[in-house]
């Protein structure tokens, strides 16, 4: 008894590290993925018009960008460490399938990445608009490799394919593990495709509201005005797009849930009992898993069939169809799961109403639609957060589901059998302490040089020419001083 | 390719990876560590980071890979390894997230407090970083206290000791030594001969502690030079290895920092090379029961995947070799400070 307290502890508070670290983690690749796009497409405004405007545009969202993908990179390893750290067992068991995703990702997204970044950061100077402009397209595919490979990698958590249990063994024991039979059915598992588009669309909007929100507040500030209306007319109508296609392939994710998760869309909607009745759909409550009800709900009828099965009278099965050591928590997959939606909802009709004004030119009078944009990133950012928690905790208690392969059924991998051996409670509290220290620090430092580059804005487009004159002129006087090399000069030491 | 015959080609793979990690980030996190004895004023502390400024993050990606590429090829290895050095390693990580954001935070802000904060994380961080992966591979040389089913049985403490202590001691050396040349030959004028009067002390310091650290390995890892005996060809590493350390100091007398920072890259291949042939064909040994080890065929991935994996590092290896090699010509030559800088 009293070992089992403390194996539950070492679980809890792995889960909680985990769920802490990555979601500290995911503030940053959505942001770098979404204001990658429209970092390349104002880059590439500058380069089909010329105009300088443009290039101040792009050289700012440049200092933006690295800050936010220093930030990535940083929380990113301590993920990939954490497998091995916190979830020995669970490598162990997924290291064959998860792993060769995980190599993948650093193999062809990382190094792309942080190659193209140097150019992008540094560049500016030192190579032509074009090879600048490709190494932006090369950042931002890069960052949406890395995300392609991770979510296969998830995916396959979620709805595995491709694979078979072996037994090995080892010093005498019998010790099961997943292996890849058939690579690419692991790659396009059931649900990666429209996990993998959801995601990144849902970075997508992040990137585009984040633009619009500056954009704006230069707008109300009367700040910036040209860069910032340039910058709007793509953000704009970037984010009704994506926030649309967010909610196409959501709910084309949730459509399979029913035949590959069904106890996840059961937790989502709180749908605790099946009858041979249309199943409705909760618009807001407070599900309770005990008593099997969900208070002050507001629900309508037949609305989940539609969803589910375009069939407004076929009934959708519900918790009670799941064995009970294998039911996820309701209450927070519930909670999320709407959070995102209803969020989604707001930023398509905020989308739809600031594009619509823009287009009349009349987007300046109507102030609280512009102080809305300005808060959308954090709407943004939560809707991503709560989706991930929604898939996660749904999962529950499998970090690897079970799955049934040509007719054959697979076992899966539960939550608490894949923590680390040897690993402690005491050892797992203390990383978390150390991890809570450093992240809000990280934090309360990220959001003030953030803050710092939005509020010094752009470059004016005298300050770029003057630059520009600097630079050669620094470079001319080196080559008389050094005979030609061009070296050393830059002695400017303005901060950016 | 037979199962045996792929998992020695990914035993050496995994050792490419380490060993480019060890001399790309050897030499950043090495011009971390002499940062704040070379440079005196803002200006050269910013031109020290900035020698590093566009490469270190690649630099970095070594690492990541070669921990997915452990996780992949060789799962067991990769869980024992990771889960025993569990303090060690997170604060590993503490300090490779404290480099990260000094270099990005520091100039950012014009405050002396903020920017002296901001170069002291940056040197705690590099040399507890660099002193930490020696610890770690003294105790992957040594052998671990790896029980049945690969269960660590250790803790912090039993990693802290002379041997892995001396290794990282010895890493430090190296890593600052290389950093060394390499700012030789980014830098110039005054701060160039400040640098040029560290760097022969520096490598007495290595030279001497590359010594003890021999001496050591022969009488506490007596498993270390077993695969030396059994392939005596393979002596030509450590001889070379010799040759190449006394190597540093000619190239430098020579005015060839080019030639003597290639050197000290070959100095740090040839310790991975041996580090490797150390442990081989182990990849932890158990000090409780050589029964317990973590070894090469125990903690293989399935034939299949070892092989896919192969197609996703030839396809992908040289479109790294290529973005590589277009970064360091892009930034090559003195390193200069414009708006872009950190």
């Given at each position: ?7 539950m502890?070492?679980e809890?508070l792995?889960r909680l ?23 390349f497409?104002c880059?590439?405004?500058?380069v089909?018009?010329?105009h300088?405007?443009?290039?101040a545009a792009a ?5 933006v ?7 990535g990179?940083?929380?990113g ?6 497998f ?10 997924v290291?064959d ?10 193999i ?10 140097a150019?992008l950061?540094?560049?500016?100077d ?8 490709f190494s932006?397209?090369?950042?931002f ?7 392609v490979?991770?979510v ?5 958590q ?10 090995q ?5 019998s ?9 690419w059915a692991?790659v ?13 669309i849902?970075?997508l ?9 500056v954009?704006t ?6 700040r910036h ?8 007319s793509i ?20 459509q399979?849930?029913?035949e ?7 937790a989502?909607e709180a749908?605790f009992?099946?009858t041979?009745?249309p199943?409705g759909?909760y618009l807001?409550?407070w599900p ?6 969900v208070?002050f709900?507001v629900r309508?009828?037949?609305?989940l069939?539609l969803?589910v099965?375009?069939?407004?009278g ?5 918790m009670?169809?799941?064995?009970e050591?294998?039911r996820p ?15 989604g909802t707001m ?25 809305s ?8 950012m939560?809707?991503?957060q709560a ?9 529950q208690?499998w970090?690897?589901?079970p ?11 539960r939550?608490k059998d894949g ?11 203390s990383?978390i302490?150390?991890f809570?220290?450093?992240y809000s ?12 580059k ?5 470059e ?6 003057s630059h520009?004159r600097?630079?050669?002129?620094s470079k001319l ?18 901060e950016? | 390719?037979?199962?045996d015959?792929?998992?020695?080609v ?15 980030d050897g ?6 560590i002499l940062h704040p004895?070379i ?7 910013r031109?020290?980071?900035?020698s ?5 993050d690649g630099?970095?990606v070594?690492?990541v ?7 992949a090829a060789?799962?067991n290895?990769y869980?024992?390894?990771f889960?025993?050095?569990?303090a060690?390693f997170?604060l590993l990580?503490t ?7 000094s270099l ?21 961080s590099s040399?507890t ?6 610890i770690?591979?003294g105790?992957v ?6 029980g049945?089913?690969?269960?660590y049985e ?5 990693q802290l ?8 001691t010895l ?10 040349i ?5 830098t110039e004028?005054e701060l160039?001969q ?6 022969l002390r520096l490598?007495?310091?290595?030279a ?17 030079t077993?695969?030396?005996?059994r392939h ?11 040759l ?7 190239a ?8 003597a920072?290639f050197t ?9 090379s041996?580090f ?6 182990n ?10 080890s973590?070894t090469?065929?125990?903690a293989?991935?399935s034939h299949?995947?070892?092989i ?14 290529s973005y ?6 892009i ?11 950190y």
């Amino acid at each position: 008894m009293f070992e089992k307290t403390i194996m539950m502890d070492v679980e809890l508070l792995s889960r909680l590290q985990f769920a802490g670290t990555i979601m500290f983690h995911y503030l940053f690749p959505p942001l770098s993925i979404g204001l990658g796009l429209q970092l390349f497409l104002c880059e590439l405004a500058y380069v089909r018009t010329g105009h300088p405007a443009w290039e101040a545009a792009a050289r700012f969202w440049t200092r933006v960008f690295a800050v936010n993908f220093a930030m990535g990179v940083a929380t990113g390893i301590v993920m990939e460490f954490e497998f091995g750290t916190n979830w020995a067992a669970y490598s162990r068991f997924v290291g064959d399938v998860f792993g060769s995703a995980l190599a993948a990702e650093g193999i062809f997204a990382f190094f792309l990445e942080s190659g193209f970044l140097a150019i992008l950061v540094f560049g500016w100077d030192r190579v032509g608009p074009k090879m600048h402009l490709f190494s932006t397209l090369m950042v931002f595919l890069g960052s949406v490799f890395s995300a392609v490979w991770i979510v296969i990698a998830n995916s396959w958590q979620q709805t595995p394919a491709g694979y078979h249990i072996v037994w090995q063994e080892i010093q005498g024991q019998s010790v099961p593990r997943a292996e890849v039979t058939d690579f690419w059915a692991m790659v396009f598992n059931p649900s990666s495709v429209d996990r993998l588009t959801h995601t990144l669309i849902g970075a997508l909007v992040l990137g585009a509201f984040f633009v619009a929100s500056v954009c704006t507040f230069y707008l109300l500030k009367q700040r910036h005005d040209d860069v910032a209306r340039r910058c709007l007319s793509i953000a704009l109508p970037s984010a009704l797009a994506f926030t649309l296609l967010a909610a196409l392939t959501g709910h084309d994710s949730a459509q399979k849930l029913v035949e590959t998760q069904p106890a996840k869309l059961a937790a989502m909607e709180a749908h605790f009992k099946t009858t041979d009745q249309p199943t409705g759909l909760y618009l807001f409550g407070w599900p309770d898993a005990e008593d099997e009800t969900v208070h002050f709900g507001v629900r309508v009828p037949w609305l989940l069939s539609l969803m589910v099965y375009n069939d407004p009278g076929k009934p959708v099965p519900g918790m009670d169809q799941i064995p009970e050591s294998d039911r996820p928590p309701v209450w927070l997959p519930f909670q999320m799961f709407h959070l995102m939606v209803g969020l989604g909802t707001m930023m398509i009709v905020l989308a739809a109403l600031a594009c619509w004004f823009w287009f009349k030119e009349t987007y300046q009078n109507h102030r609280w639609l512009m102080w809305s944009i300005v808060l959308m990133p954090l709407a943004a950012m939560t809707a991503n957060q709560a989706g991930w928690i929604t898939a996660e905790v749904g999962r529950q208690p499998w970090i690897v589901h079970p799955s049934v392969q040509n007719g054959v059924e697979m076992m899966g991998l539960r939550t608490k059998d894949g923590l680390s051996e040897s690993v402690t409670a005491e050892q797992v509290l203390s990383s978390i302490v150390l991890f809570a220290v450093i992240y809000s620090l990280l934090f309360a430092v990220w959001i003030f040089v953030l803050n710092h580059k939005i509020q010094h804005g752009p470059e004016s487009i005298e300050e770029l020419e003057s630059h520009k004159r600097t630079r050669s002129a620094s470079k001319l006087s080196d080559q008389i001083r050094h005979g030609g090399t061009g070296r050393g000069g830059g002695l400017m030491d303005e901060e950016l | 390719m037979s199962y045996d015959t792929i998992t020695l080609v990914w035993f050496f793979l995994l050792g490419v990876l380490l060993t480019g990690y060890a001399i790309l980030d050897g030499f950043d996190l090495g011009v971390g560590i002499l940062h704040p004895f070379i440079a005196k004023d803002d200006r050269e502390r910013r031109l020290v980071m900035n020698s590093i400024g566009p490469l270190w993050d690649g630099n970095e990606v070594w690492l990541v890979t070669f921990g997915g590429a452990l996780f992949a090829a060789f799962p067991n290895a990769y869980a024992t390894v990771f889960s025993s050095f569990y303090a060690a390693f997170h604060l590993l990580l503490t300090c490779l997230i404290g480099r990260a954001v000094s270099l990005e935070f520091r100039s950012k802000v014009h405050s002396t407090t903020w920017r002296r904060f901001w170069d002291t994380v940056f040197f705690l961080s590099s040399i507890t970083a660099a002193a930490l992966l020696g610890i770690a591979g003294g105790n992957v040389m040594a052998g671990m206290q790896v029980g049945p089913m690969f269960r660590y049985e250790g803790g912090l403490l039993d990693q802290l000791y002379w041997y892995p202590l001396l290794v990282g001691t010895l890493t430090v050396s190296l890593f600052a030594l290389h950093g060394s040349i390499y700012l030789f030959l980014k830098t110039e004028g005054e701060l160039q001969q400040r640098v040029r009067n560290r760097i022969l002390r520096l490598f007495y310091c290595f030279a001497g502690l590359y010594a003890v650290v021999t001496i050591a390995t022969w009488l506490h890892v007596p498993h270390a030079t077993e695969t030396l005996t059994r392939h005596p060809w393979l002596w030509i590493v450590p001889v070379l290895n010799a040759l190449a350390v006394l190597n540093i100091p000619r190239a430098m007398h020579l005015g060839k920092p080019g030639y003597a920072f290639f050197t000290s890259s070959m100095v740090i291949a040839a310790l991975a090379s041996l580090f490797s042939v150390a442990i081989f064909p182990n990849f932890v040994l158990s000090t409780i029961d050589p029964a317990y080890s973590v070894t090469l065929e125990n903690a293989r991935s399935s034939h299949q995947t070892l092989i896919t994996m192969l197609w996703i590092a030839l396809i992908g290896m040289p479109c790294v070799a290529s973005y590589t090699i277009t970064i360091y010509w892009i930034f090559r030559g003195k390193v200069q400070l414009d708006s872009n800088s950190y």
